[in-house]
């Protein structure tokens, strides 16, 4: 079949393409009364860590001539595995230290880190050298947790800080951060030392001193180009260096053209409803607006999706129970959907696995209430039974670099007033094992960030808050006055659009992708999503407040990207959803419009899309139904 046959012969009068372009066409007017969250083409760098075989001292870290001897695998790390490694000095006069080469540039701000515990030496020193006289290094107590001396020598090496953290189990994380003077080869060492002051300006910042068998365990080192210590990445043969999709946030007033975040494909111009983030302090789960039960939060401990290094993790206690955290009370409608997400990634220890639960009671094991758990090895999801309200739904999205955002759906008793949101941990695959809750082993976690808790059957875009909570404003774009009535023919036209869901369409229960109307419900050209519950694409036209035409095309059962034509002339209108058979209807008139509006009501009042529409164009006269299907095809 021709091009010819397939496609109308004419060109379209309106082509917004906004997928391609990802930018507004002139004559349409957006509003959105806040700021707003989307996803671009940016990365940002996530983990990082320079240094190889960052937990086995034996193999690239070099010990000969250094006066000191490491055994491999000799206690418990920090992470529960017996993958920690001793330092024994000897009884020579001079340094005792392992070091590993590693190749840098200068005026770079640097984050190096290594956990250390005592043994029967109390104080290391940790330092990066160019040269025997060009170094910046600092001192620790590892069986005190004290910070000694920091120090530098040689043209442009600056100690900037140092600092020494508790991990439990008499782990301390010890940190230098400094600015390397010159580019190329650089020591990184841990070396043994006797106080907190002394620093061997000829020796790398090394103490020299006369060895006496003292050993400290070593475990975990890590180096990093940015300018705060994040979580612990372990290396073995390779350097690692990941990036994560950043999600952004754009001005008041300023139109999203959204991407995949895992493909970074163009999704076009992204349309939400007004939505507001019930939950306080969404992405701060230290601060005290969330309990903590049975569970460690570390704040700000690896880089989140947006790009920052504000992400917390969650770790069980060895207490048994539920290991999480929870918001005060939340105040909700009876009978009423409510999606709770979060942005979650798989951590360290033995825990794989996410905990959402929503209860009417602080207990998530009586009253009302909801669980899913979320397998943040795969993105997987299950519920278990509850009581009252209705588990709707649970899915995970990945988000890029390990990140998932974790959604549940649930709806509420005829009683409900008053909701609590968990988000913690399972040790098994069950929603039923997270309400009920384990013995946790003191280590094992995750990392999360961004809870939302909104009215609704479907998630939104994440709105970030503090201290109250936040309404995103909905999105608005309309075309009106001769920006509409310069490509638009009264008699008869044809509209095609091109629209991606995120969510299954059955939730989204009766949205409108675009309407011609006269801003009111009485003359208008729709085309809407479901009518009901039902998913359907509908086409309908309105004359003087009587339906002229509705044309149905179809269930539509998932999410994903779906194309669709309508075409409408006096007597002769059609519809055609993804390329299938037309739907037609052969009585009715045709409405006088003025303006177009997207993803909004005829009256411009409300936004009744979420989705991001990818093409609208716009053809003066009434295609063939072969041809509606070609341009959906």
Not at 137 to 153: H, I, P, Y
Not at 376 to 392: C, D, F, I, K, M
Not at 548 to 553: K, P
Not at 569 to 577: I, M, R
């Amino acid at each position: 079949m021709s091009i010819q046959t397939n496609f109308p012969a004419i060109k379209p009068t309106l082509l917004l393409d906004f997928a391609n372009t990802k930018q507004l066409d002139s004559r349409i007017t957006f509003t959105r009364a806040s700021t707003a969250t989307y996803y671009g083409t940016q990365t940002a760098k996530a983990e990082e860590n320079l240094l190889v075989q960052s937990q086995d001292f034996t193999t690239t870290w070099t010990t000969t001539s250094l006066n000191a001897t490491i055994t491999a695998n000799t206690t418990a790390a920090p992470d529960g595995t017996t993958t920690a490694d001793t330092l024994t000095d000897d009884a020579t006069n001079g340094i005792h230290r392992v070091s590993q080469t590693v190749t840098t540039s200068n005026t770079l701000q640097m984050v190096y880190s290594v956990f250390a515990k005592y043994s029967t030496m109390q104080w290391i020193s940790i330092s990066a050298a160019t040269g025997t006289g060009t170094w910046a290094g600092a001192k620790f107590d590892v069986q005190n947790g004290v910070l000694g001396s920091t120090s530098q020598q040689g043209t442009g090496f600056t100690a900037n800080s140092s600092s020494i953290t508790s991990v439990g189990n008499g782990w301390y994380r010890c940190v230098l951060i400094y600015t390397a003077g010159a580019s190329g080869s650089t020591s990184m060492l841990v070396s043994g030392a006797t106080d907190g002051t002394t620093f061997t300006t000829s020796q790398r910042g090394s103490e020299v001193y006369i060895g006496s068998g003292s050993a400290v365990f070593l475990w975990g080192a890590q180096l990093e180009q940015r300018s705060a210590v994040t979580a612990y990445t372990p290396t073995t043969t390779q350097a690692i260096t990941n990036y994560v999709p950043q999600l952004l946030t754009t001005a008041s007033g300023v139109a999203r053209f959204d991407h995949n975040p895992t493909t970074f494909d163009s999704l076009g111009l992204l349309i939400e409803e007004s939505r507001t983030n019930l939950v306080t302090y969404s992405s701060e789960f230290d601060n005290a607006a969330w309990t903590k039960t049975n569970a460690t939060i570390t704040a700000n401990t690896i880089v989140a999706p947006d790009g920052t290094v504000n992400a917390d993790s969650i770790s069980e206690t060895t207490a048994t129970g539920n290991h999480r955290a929870r918001t005060a009370s939340i105040s909700v409608s009876a009978s009423t959907s409510y999606t709770c997400t979060v942005f979650a990634k798989l951590g360290f220890g033995s825990v794989r696995y996410l905990g959402i639960g929503l209860s009417s009671t602080t207990d998530i094991t009586t009253g009302s209430r909801r669980s899913y758990v979320f397998d943040l090895s795969n993105g997987t999801a299950t519920t278990t039974g509850g009581a009252t309200w209705t588990a709707v739904s649970g899915s995970a999205t990945a988000v890029g670099n390990g990140w998932y955002r974790c959604q549940m759906t649930v709806t509420t008793d005829a009683a409900a007033s008053t909701m609590f949101v968990s988000i913690g941990l399972s040790d098994t695959f069950s929603a039923a094992t997270f309400s009920s809750g384990y013995t946790g082993d003191g280590y094992s976690g995750i990392y999360i960030w961004g809870a939302q808790l909104e009215t609704g059957a479907f998630a939104t875009s994440y709105i970030p808050t503090v201290a109250s909570q936040v309404t995103r404003a909905a999105d608005v774009a309309s075309m009106t006055g001769t920006n509409f009535s310069s490509w638009y023919n009264q008699a008869e036209g044809s509209f095609y659009a091109s629209v991606v869901l995120s969510q299954t369409p059955t939730q989204l229960n009766s949205q409108i992708i675009f309407v011609a109307s006269d801003n009111t419900t009485s003359n208008r050209v729709i085309v809407s999503l479901g009518s009901g519950s039902s998913g359907n694409i509908n086409a309908l036209v309105t004359t003087s407040g009587v339906t002229q035409a509705q044309t149905t095309n179809g269930s539509l059962s998932t999410a994903g990207a779906y194309q669709y034509a309508n075409a409408y002339k006096v007597n002769d209108f059609a519809s055609v959803a993804n390329g299938g058979v037309a739907a037609t209807d052969t009585s009715g008139t045709i409405p006088v419009v003025d303006r177009l509006y997207l993803g909004v009501n005829s009256s411009g009042t409300t936004t009744s899309l979420t989705a991001t529409i990818r093409k609208i164009a716009y053809y003066p006269l009434r295609v063939t139904d072969a041809q509606l299907q070609g341009l959906t095809s």
